[in-house]
């Protein structure tokens, strides 16, 4: 069972998103549903708005999208498609996001935990924040989406950069305003990289637009300048 933080932790546990309604209207309801789930739930419950802690709205430059967090044990951390150091397993889609960034950047990584991303700017935020083990997009229909709709609300005002991976990163984020750089790609899974992820070039493309809007480039690895 999914011992969930009570929700008026919540405005330290999501940081400066914490005043947005959801928490107030929708996560009760959430949390309950999560805390009666008999399977473990991933990431683990101090991490489940990690994403939005260390990456306020003023800071937030770059927005990745992604699906839902990693359903095996010791995987998701509470960052899009991140994976602490100490994991040892199968990288799977960072694995392709790895390959991506050494294609476009000749960039090389080896550290799976993207913290430094998200001290930088980048909001690694998934449609869901919970998963049972075992059991992709089983919490697609709690209502996450009422938060991701809410957070890309808040950023919409002012131009940033969205890389939209996947089909219900596309669907979320559908409705955003013209003046920012929307890249919208296949998911970088193994079973969906090869149909339109790699080749996408977006990592160069995100730090292009940065750096001609006189804003500083993201380094997305050990290597990058």
Known sequence: MD?????DQITTEAGAWGDLPFFAQDWPRIAARIASEPRPVYPPPDQRFRALCL??????KVVILGQDPYHTPGK???????IPNRF????????????????DLDVFRDRTDLTDWAEQGVLLLNTALSVP????KAHGGLGWDRLVAQVL???DPHPRAFLLWGAPAHKAAAGLADHHLVIRTAHPSPLSAYRGFFGSRPFSKVNDWLAARGQTPVRWGENSG
């Open 76 to 82: 998701a951390d509470g960052l899009a498609f991140s």
């Open 153 to 155: 609300a808040r950023l």
């Open 55 to 60: 990456c306020p709205p003023d800071a937030c």
């Open 3 to 7: 011992r969930s933080y009570p929700p």
């Open 133 to 136: 083990q075992g059991a992709p």
């Open 88 to 103: 040892g397993g199968r990288l799977d889609s960072l694995g392709n996001i790895f390959k991506e960034l050494r294609d």
